[in-house]
């Protein structure tokens, strides 16, 4: 907030915080921030009242199958490229996204649905990293290279969020790792391959499900919903979790070196200083017209509380 205040008086522009590489609220349209829809038709994806303001809404309608190589399954999915995930051999990354299921959500029993996933960037194989549900509970299952792992999240209720945390290194061999945490609660703890052998991998929002309906196939299932919101990539935990980490310090900043912005407020309040002064010493020259004293000591002033105020911002 002091940031903006400064900057809005200066009338420039500040640099985003170093930490976050990725941030999208969906404040301007459901598919957004360069996320890509998969579904059945562009009014799949609905902006809808999300966790911190709005957020997305994805829905598959009966009959939402053979969507980009789905087959029988349903979906409505959204996708950003590698690229935008940095999803690279070696790339270590904190991740957050929030999500929901709503009052439609066809709760599975013992369908596949998956709600969210790191898909590999290869031609098949399940996905690096997916929370779906099996036996109708919430788990997250972890696929790379030699390893198939799946951990138990629990019983999911419909109408709440749920906030998850990912810190992830990705790689094909034993330097990997996962921690997940979900409402701040650790539900993972992994070491070893998270990605495939010369892939990498791409973050998705989904909403991909076999038909919620028995006997199966030969039935039809109904309409279902999944809410996404808040989806954050950082390089450090504080920037992507809204509330204290299991095992993490999270309560404990971590150690402040200087960077680009805090030098540029530094020179910015020498800049301001140096203006006040030159100002104080026009406004006390006996040459300057007595009535314009009053109005350059006070833009003097004004000057020079600009320059306290970025001295004191951290």
């Known amino acids: 907030m002091k940031r903006l205040a400064l900057a809005l008086l200066c009338g420039v522009a500040l640099p985003a915080h170093a930490d976050i590489q990725f941030a999208c609220h969906f404040e301007d349209r459901p598919v957004d921030c ?33 969507i980009v190589g789905s ?31 709503p009052a439609d959500f066809a709760m599975p029993t013992w369908q596949m649905y998956v709600v969210m996933d790191f898909h590999h960037t290869g031609s098949t194989g399940q996905a690096n990293v997916q929370i779906s549900f099996a036996s109708g509970r919430l788990e997250l299952r972890l696929s790379a290279q030699g390893v198939s792992r799946q951990f138990d999240l629990g019983v999911p209720k419909k109408g709440a969020w749920y906030e998850f945390v990912h810190h ?37 929002l989904a909403n991909y499900h076999t038909p919620v309906c028995d006997p199966y196939p030969g039935c039809t ?77 006070a833009l003097a002033l004004a000057f020079a509380t600009l320059a306290a105020a970025a001295l004191v911002l951290p």
């Open 34 to 66: 360069g996320f890509q829809l998969q579904a059945a038709d562009a009014d799949r994806a609905q902006a809808v009242e999300g966790r911190t303001g709005r957020g997305t809404q994805l829905t598959t309608k009966s009959g939402d199958n053979n």
């Open 71 to 101: 087959g029988d399954m349903e979906r409505a999915d959204m996708w950003l490229t590698q690229e935008q995930t940095g999803g690279f051999e070696g790339s270590e990354q904190w991740w957050t996204h929030s999500l929901m299921l």
């Open 168 to 204: 992830v290194k990705w790689s094909s061999g034993g330097g990997g790792f996962l921690d997940t945490w979900v409402n701040g609660k650790r539900m993972v703890s992994y070491q070893g391959p998270t990605l495939y052998a010369g892939q990498g991998t791409y973050l998705k």
């Open 221 to 297: 299932g109904p309409s279902s919903s999944v809410l996404h919101d808040r989806v954050i990539r950082a390089t450090t935990a504080w920037e992507v979790s809204s509330t204290q980490l299991e095992g993490y310090p999270l309560g404990v900043p971590p150690a402040q070196v200087p960077t680009v912005e805090a030098t540029t407020m530094k020179w910015a309040a020498l800049s301001f200083l140096l203006i006040a002064m030159a100002l104080f010493v026009i406004a006390s020259a006996p040459w300057f017209p007595p009535a314009q004293v009053e109005r350059i000591k």
